[in-house]
């Protein structure tokens, strides 16, 4: 399989533009394979994938497969990764299961673009050990415990955008599973009952309706989608989004942040509104800087970047994964709109929210 071309939206972001995005998160990766948030920050796994699929991409495969040797060599014999690390090591001993999982998507993203099936077999035994330790934690609602301290006690609740991502996540490792026909029955049934409670039990999470990630994710993940997912999205549009500007971070304050932007961009784009996902991506280009990074926020009106005026891996990340669903090509373009991804066993109810008929306006 040829590797595809690099993604561009036209009039938003060229070609050349993405593979200096890519270029700015590999000027920060350690020889160590690992990939902090900026340079002498810490690394945390969900994010160091994110910025490997980013690399995956543009083509950066060696960089791409050292993020992932990195993980490998990082991973517990039980399955898990701190929380946080530092080139030295550890920052953080806690276990974030949202963020353990997230190696799946990583993997079977590298798989679509590449074709390279000896990287899925390599792989595949740190997804599957990752996966395993991470639904220990599902609660009989379907919800996952989101952090376990080091001493292996359990958080004492769930959280939404954490049990929404890691639906995908175990979406993409049953993916795996069956590609390799190692397939893994009960994961199939955690994925639904993961789904249920993203869709049908809000009361479950911890409350942060503040966040604009609790908004989309639920979205994002595929949890919700067709007309439920265009009312989620539609009712808390005016919330979130400013104007010519992207999406704030939290509803309550003028902090637009670019990853979060980009992940609502492939969000819209999952709901087939693709004309607002160019929109948005077009919007969160004025954080781009002259290297190819990204601010990870600013505050308006007095546009001023925060925190600390830092650029960051991950966000650059999102971009690059935002341009490639709206621009790009090939079986990995598709990953976010759940192209060819399993649900898991479905729960047949009623949405809560009556929210069966199809909204007829975008937002």
Known sequence: MSRPPLPAVPGV??????????????????PSGMIPWFPGGHADPWNHVEAAMALTVAGRLAEAEDAYAWLRDAQHADGWWCTYYLAEGVEEPRRDTNVISYVATGCWHHYLSTGDRGFLEWAWPMVRSAVSFALRYQLPGGELIWSVDPDGTPGRFALLTGTASAYFSVRCAIA???????????????????AHSVARRPDAFEPKERWAMDWYYPVLCGALSGAAGRARISERWGEFVMNDRGVRCVSDRPWVTAAE??????????????????????????????????????????????????????????????????????????????????????????ALDGSEADPAQHP
Not at 13 to 30: K, R
Not at 176 to 194: K, M, N, T, V
């Open 176 to 194: 795996i599973a069956e590609e390799l026909g190692d397939d893994q029955p009960e994961w199939e049934l955690a994925a639904g009952r993961l």
């Open 261 to 350: 932007t980009a992940e609502c961009v492939l969000t819209l784009d999952a709901l087939g509104w693709r004309e607002d996902a160019v929109r948005l991506l077009s919007w969160v280009q004025s954080l781009r800087d002259v290297d190819g990074s990204y601010w990870t926020g600013r505050v308006y009106p007095e546009r001023a970047n925060f925190p600390g005026g830092e650029r960051s891996t991950y966000t650059a990340a999102a971009i690059v994964l935002a341009a490639n669903a709206l621009g790009g090509s090939g079986p990995a373009a598709g990953l976010f709109r759940g192209e060819q991804l399993p649900v898991g066993v479905e729960f047949l109810e009623p």
């Open 13 to 30: 972001i060229s070609a050349d533009q993405v593979a200096q995005t890519a270029d700015s998160i590999a000027a920060v990766q350690l």
